[in-house]
């Protein structure tokens, strides 16, 4: 079904991801089916991700996605598509090389091509153990220790200048963990708070990668599409930060988390057995200041861990 009255284009690449498996439902359902592309890299998207125009495109072929560009003429490109964290950390010149190669294709081409927004997505990776770990300012120190880090910063200044240098309005949110129930973990650090309630029900127990006082930004994903998607359509006047804004909802330690699980699965038990996930957890902020994000677009989050739990106990079961 199209919505006539929308004739916006949007291309998310990186449409099978965490991020973007819901973004595509939710653009779809404010847009149209036929008004989204979805692109993928590796699987052809499935289910939902069906029901409107999908491509399979590795974002780091610039022609590829020249091609793809020419022949969808999105007014819109989200661009979700990266490594994460821990699977950086096993092979960073991959990292480098795909989150880099991949988003200066897409700011180029966005230039080039007369893409009128882009969205990309930064994280409190960017943020590194030389940084305020509470209430993490907006403008603060960035010095990340892993690769993946290393991309986010470098991504968040090449956004900044084609912002500065070509008018691009390129817009990006330093996500915390995001945690859903729709996509499997996807070698992140923060997978532990999805894959805890994931094995609480299969199995009834779960052994954390981290140890228990260990506290983490959060964040439940419908709100998260909701902030990708506010930050997208506020008034460009409205845009004080071409960085990438912070973005919190809640904090909370893996002790805290398996507490809540533990009054929604009864008989649920947990483990800790650290890995090198610790350390990189550890170089991370335990919360951060988000106050930029609600003064210039008006950002609030809505669930918390009680109401996240619930849902994700609720929607997994
Ligand atoms: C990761 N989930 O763990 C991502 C995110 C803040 C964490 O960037 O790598």
């Known amino acids: 079904m199209t919505n006539p009255m929308s004739e916006k284009k949007i291309v998310v690449i990186g449409a099978t991801g965490q991020i973007g498996s819901e973004l595509v439902v939710e653009l779809r359902k404010k847009h149209g089916d036929q008004q989204v592309v979805a692109v993928s890299s590796r699987s052809v998207p499935k289910g939902e991700l069906a029901n409107g125009p999908h491509e399979t495109v590795d974002a780091t072929d610039r022609d590829a996605l020249k091609s793809l560009f020419e022949r969808h003429c999105p007014d819109t490109v989200y ?10 950390e096993k092979d960073p010149a991959r990292a480098w090389a795909v989150n880099i190669g991949s988003l200066t294709n897409v700011l180029d081409l966005s230039r080039d091509l007369g893409v009128r927004q882009v969205f990309w997505p930064s994280s409190i990776a960017a943020f590194g153990p030389t940084t305020p770990r509470d209430n993490t300012p907006q403008n603060t120190v960035l010095a990340p220790t892993t690769m993946y880090g290393v991309t986010k910063v470098t991504g968040e200044l090449l956004c900044q200048y084609y912002w500065v240098k070509y008018g691009l309005d390129v817009r990006s ?27 609480a029900i299969r199995n009834g127990n779960y052994d954390f990668f981290v140890g228990p006082d260990t506290v983490l930004p959060m964040m439940y994903m419908p709100d998260a599409i909701r902030a990708t998607i506010e930050l997208m359509e506020a008034p460009a006047e409205k845009i004080k930060v071409r960085t990438s804004y912070n973005l919190t909802a809640m904090s909370f330690s893996a002790e805290e988390l398996a507490k809540t699980v533990a009054d929604h699965v009864s008989g649920f038990s947990c483990s800790y057995s650290p890995d090198f996930r610790q350390q990189i957890a550890d170089s991370w902020p335990r919360s951060i200041d988000d106050s930029a994000a609600r003064k210039d677009w008006g950002w609030k989050h809505e669930y918390d861990l009680e109401r996240m739990t619930a849902e994700m106990i609720k929607n997994i079961k």
């Open 79 to 88: 661009h979700l598509a990266g490594l994460l964290s821990a699977t950086g």
């Open 173 to 199: 949110l330093r996500y915390p963990g995001l945690i859903s129930y729709k996509t499997p973990p996807g070698g992140g650090t923060t997978d532990y708070a999805v894959a805890v309630y994931f094995e």
